[in-house]
């Protein structure tokens, strides 16, 4: 019973291609987030859903757009790909809003896509 | 947005030794979330820090936030194989909870067995 899947696992394409990232959860969130992760490991916001409408859209190119047909799915999709999109896009889901005491909810990730653009 | 700075980027350590990664925010943090990320792997919640002066451990780990709530620490003890990874602190959005996270720049721990 995998918590958070994305598909694919691996995505090798070229320059100027349309591609797609496909996220799910099973928690019962809410909340679901795309971040992505760079060579040197930087691990950065994109997006963040929730009840299926958008609440934070970082400085991403519009050339990424984010797509959440329910509560329990949040896709991706690039269009125009660059070299500088290579590298490991995360999907993440929480709770929303704050618990008790001012505490947030603790992120589930998924296993991650690794695009690679040529 | 506003940076989180962790410190050391890289640490090499020998398997028994203890390691201790610092997490620096100029301004007050409402909590902060410790994650690891096991090479090849994805970012896994580690523990989540709320209050001022807040201690908290889990085996061979000690999650400390600062009283000032600016600054958090994660320190292993003994270190064992199985600690490599990255560890990132996180904080939550002022006022949102944790709808927004801004992950700190890591520290990579390698262990020399």
């Known amino acids: 019973d995998t918590a958070v899947s994305q598909t694919p696992k691996y995505l090798v394409t070229q320059m100027g291609n349309d591609k797609s990232i496909k996220c799910e959860q099973n928690?019962?969130?809410?909340?679901m987030y795309w971040y992505k992760q760079d060579s040197k490991k930087f691990l950065k916001i994109m997006f963040s859903y929730n009840n299926k409408e958008l609440i934070i859209n970082e400085t991403v190119p519009n050339r990424f757009s984010p797509k959440s047909p329910d509560k329990a799915h949040l896709n991706l999709h690039i269009n125009s790909l660059e070299l500088g999109d290579s590298a490991v896009y995360f999907c993440?889901?929480?709770?929303?809003?704050?618990?008790?005491?001012?505490?947030?909810?603790?992120?589930?990730f998924g296993p991650g896509t690794r695009l690679t653009v040529t | 947005g506003q940076q989180v700075m962790q410190i050391p980027q890289y640490q090499h350590v020998q398997e028994g030794e203890d390691f201790t990664t610092y997490c620096n925010s100029s301004?007050?943090?409402?909590?902060i979330q410790w994650y690891k990320q096991r090479p090849g792997g994805h970012p896994v919640f580690l523990i989540q820090?709320?209050?001022?002066?807040e201690v908290k451990k889990q085996k061979r780990l000690t999650f400390q936030f600062g009283e000032a709530k600016k600054n958090s620490s994660l320190h292993i003890t003994a270190t064992q194989t199985t600690d490599v990874g990255t560890y990132f602190c996180?904080?939550?959005?002022?006022?949102?909870?944790?709808?927004?996270?801004?992950f700190g720049t890591g520290t990579r721990l390698t262990i020399i067995p």
């Open positions: 301004t007050t943090l409402s909590n």
């Open positions: 996180a904080k939550g959005g002022a006022n949102f909870g944790n709808e927004k996270l801004t």
């Open positions: 928690l019962g969130h809410d909340t």
């Open positions: 820090l709320v209050k001022s002066g």
């Open positions: 993440a889901s929480s709770h929303e809003g704050v618990g008790r005491g001012g505490s947030g909810y603790e992120q589930y």
